[in-house]
């Protein structure tokens, strides 16, 4: 037995004794001379500085006729990239008498695959369910989305994309596209993603990007779809090596609150709000995410809604304003497809199906065709691929870089990949009759902002009212309107003469949070040293704050805004009597406002001409600026159709109509003061609060006010 261990042992000492000369003569062989090494160093340096001196001829030739800003930033980073792959085969070449130097320097210069977002999405995106295309992904099928996805490439300049779309077009897969690109390709750049609602992030977004995740191989390596892994939530995303998805709500201003990063995707900006959580608009909250960051990039994506409220067409006016060009088959002059319309010789137009006789229902399309703007020739829908592939972006304000605008409607929708030309003229069809239907047709399937037609008024005209009052005029009453917001008051005193005539005298805003007592202080003192006489307040916001504060107030009346074509402004002395006997014994009475005829009155006497009865003046001060009489003329009169009943609808064209509100306000509390205005007296004096002391913060106010004049 002590034989055989001891043979073992002698064995065992031989095989280290082998190894230990292997690995000694391994090192040998990787040993150089110094002046091997020296010479191999000194090979690959020329080398290295001859390609660079060559570099900007290389360059310059790269870039040889071609204007485009992207395409010139594609051409060099293409340029650079041969460069520096060439420069590693050479280093190879140049130290062939000591290659490991080559190889060093050849893996050290490798540059990374230069790929746009349709490359990559060309090359590693999957789509296995839920699509009429199965499998991986061609950007070919939809040739309109290649610019907008490679202007997001990060090789590109440009800083923003905005794509103003109808439903349908690819838009969303876009966005999806891009963010596998910056996961797998860039694998560096943190990401937000917001949503409208945090209920739509979980309900729609997720499930969307979790699916993408499992069906492209490239990505589900990158990321742990463990139920108990903290990195992959449902407001967070980690991937990579230190790389984050943050996914966000725009009604949640505690989701836009993250750490600084350099790309950002808006989808339905439509449906942000204008205001989230009083601390202002989202929009603002997000850009500023970006601001240490040169190269930030950022995508907004949506269907448009009401003109002048849409944010998506905003943005769009903002950028180059690009729209999709293709070539009529016949005449092969370039054009972008449009609607149209019965009043236009070009466009989509379709055939209705006859009717038999007493036969009803709905109209039937029974052909649908375009007609050339250019030659007036009859295009198919069978010639749309082809159209698609030749057809080009072009830019109607080519000035603005950096920000790329595109718009695209239905009519482009790919053949067998959305709706055919066919179904968005019977959608048409279908839609007349109805205005909710109407609109949906032109946001969603035409990609254009709603505008209501009616009744309103225009706000440059009001602005050349402006005038400067005589000194010492008289008033026969002097009233007020106080709007309530979450973060602000908004006073309009208004003095009145014969006829209902109105002086508007100020317009003023104390900016404070409404539910807390020190704005009402200083709304208080205002509203004494401006002489109101009676004040009609909105408890539409913070009601109790208002009702405290008119409780002791016999001339701050409380009111409440209330729809309705045949309401008046405000209610018959003997309904009003009627209503005020059974009110409470304690507190203040509200007083219902009808502010659909209200707001018809008004506007009527904003179109007068001429001084006199109704006429409203406006002083030439500092309130009354661009801004105010946009707020003034925010909403207008629409006649819609809901089956065959028409009916009229107050809209607002803008989001803030404050500066309309206060002044319907001032007018229901002079006509609920029963002044008659037949006499002109002297405005009173402001007299003493019997309340509450002013407290010196109004007075302080009252000074940055005036200062401003």
Request: proline share 5%; hydrophobic share 35%; with cysteine.
């Amino acid at each position: 037995m002590s034989q055989r261990i001891a043979e073992l042992q002698t064995e065992r000492d031989k095989l280290r004794a082998a190894q230990a000369k292997a690995e000694y003569e391994r090192a040998v062989a990787a040993t150089c001379s110094a002046a091997d090494l020296q010479a191999a160093s000194d090979a690959v340096r020329a080398m290295l500085l001859q390609a660079i001196a060559g570099a900007e001829r290389m360059l310059l030739d790269a870039i040889s006729g071609e204007h485009d800003e992207t395409r010139v930033h594609h051409r060099m980073s293409e340029a650079v990239h041969d460069l520096l792959g060439e420069a590693g085969e050479n280093a190879v070449r140049v130290s062939a008498a000591l290659p490991v130097v080559g190889e060093q320097f050849k893996r050290g210069v490798k540059p990374r695959d230069l790929l746009s977002v349709s490359q990559w999405a060309d090359r590693h995106r999957e789509l296995r369910s839920g699509t009429n295309a199965p499998g991986r992904w061609h950007t070919d099928l939809t040739p309109y989305l290649r610019e907008i996805m490679d202007a997001l490439s990060e090789h590109s300049p440009v800083r923003q994309v905005t794509f103003i779309k109808s439903s349908g077009v690819g838009g969303t897969e876009a966005m999806y596209n891009w963010l596998g690109y910056t996961m797998h390709h860039l694998q560096n750049k943190d990401m937000l993603v917001v949503l409208p609602t945090l209920e739509l992030r979980d309900r729609s977004f997720n499930p969307r990007l979790n699916k993408m995740l499992a069906e492209s191989d490239v990505l589900g390596a990158l990321v742990e779809t463990a139920s108990r892994n903290k990195s992959n939530r449902a407001d967070l995303l980690e991937y990579g090596a230190q790389a984050r998805i943050i996914k966000a709500g725009s009604n949640s201003p505690d989701s836009l609150r993250s750490d600084h990063l350099p790309y950002v995707i808006c989808d339905e900006v439509d449906a942000f709000p204008w205001d989230v959580g009083g601390e202002g608009d989202p929009m603002t909250l997000i850009e500023n995410r970006q601001r240490t960051f040169s190269r930030a990039k950022t995508y907004l994506v949506s269907t448009p809604t009401k003109e002048g409220a849409s944010r998506i067409a905003s943005q769009y006016d903002r950028s180059d304003k690009r729209r999709y060009h293709v070539p009529c088959p016949h005449c092969d002059e370039y054009q972008h497809l449009e609607w149209g319309g019965p009043e236009l010789p070009y466009g989509l137009k379709f055939r209705r199906l006859p009717k038999q006789d007493g036969e009803t229902g709905p109209e039937q399309v029974m052909s649908v065709w375009y007609v050339c703007k250019h030659c007036a020739a009859v295009i198919k829908e069978a010639h749309k691929s082809e159209m698609l592939a030749r057809g080009r972006w072009v830019a109607e304000q080519p000035q603005v870089k950096l920000h790329r605008g595109y718009h695209l409607n239905a009519l482009y929708a790919p053949v067998g990949l959305g709706l055919s030309w066919h179904k968005v003229a019977q959608k048409w069809l279908d839609s007349q009759g109805d205005t909710a239907e109407l609109k949906g047709f032109v946001n969603t399937y035409l990609g254009e902002p709603w505008e209501e037609q009616g009744d309103n008024i225009d706000n440059i005209s009001l602005i050349s009212r402006l005038e400067d009052y005589p000194a010492g005029i008289q008033f026969g009453i002097t009233t007020a309107g106080v709007d309530v917001q979450k973060d602000r008051l908004e006073i309009t005193a208004a003095g009145w003469r014969e006829g209902e005539e109105c002086w508007v005298r100020d317009h003023i805003i104390l900016p404070g949070d409404t539910a807390q007592p020190e704005v009402w202080d200083e709304l208080h003192g205002v509203l004494v040293d401006a002489g109101v006489q009676l004040a009609c307040i909105d408890s539409g916001y913070n009601t109790s704050m208002v009702y405290t504060f008119c409780e002791k107030r016999k001339w701050a009346i409380p009111t409440k805004g209330v729809t309705g074509p045949g309401r008046p402004l405000i209610e018959d002395e003997k309904r009003r009597r009627q209503r005020l006997r059974t009110r409470k014994k304690k507190g203040a009475a509200m007083e219902p406002l009808g502010v659909d005829q209200g707001k018809a009155l008004l506007y009527s006497r904003l179109k007068l001409m001429q001084p006199g009865p109704g006429y409203v003046h406006f002083p030439c001060d500092a309130a009354f600026d661009d801004e105010y009489f946009a707020q003034m003329a925010a909403e207008k009169l629409v006649t819609k159709i809901r089956g065959t009943r028409p009916f009229q609808e107050w809209v607002q064209t803008r989001p803030r109509n404050e500066a309309l509100d206060c002044l319907l306000l001032a007018l229901a509390a002079l006509r609920l003061s029963g002044k008659k205005l037949n006499e002109v007296v002297q405005t009173p004096a402001p007299s003493k609060p019997s309340s509450k002391p002013v407290p010196s913060r109004h007075n302080e106010l009252l000074e940055r006010i005036r200062g401003r004049r």
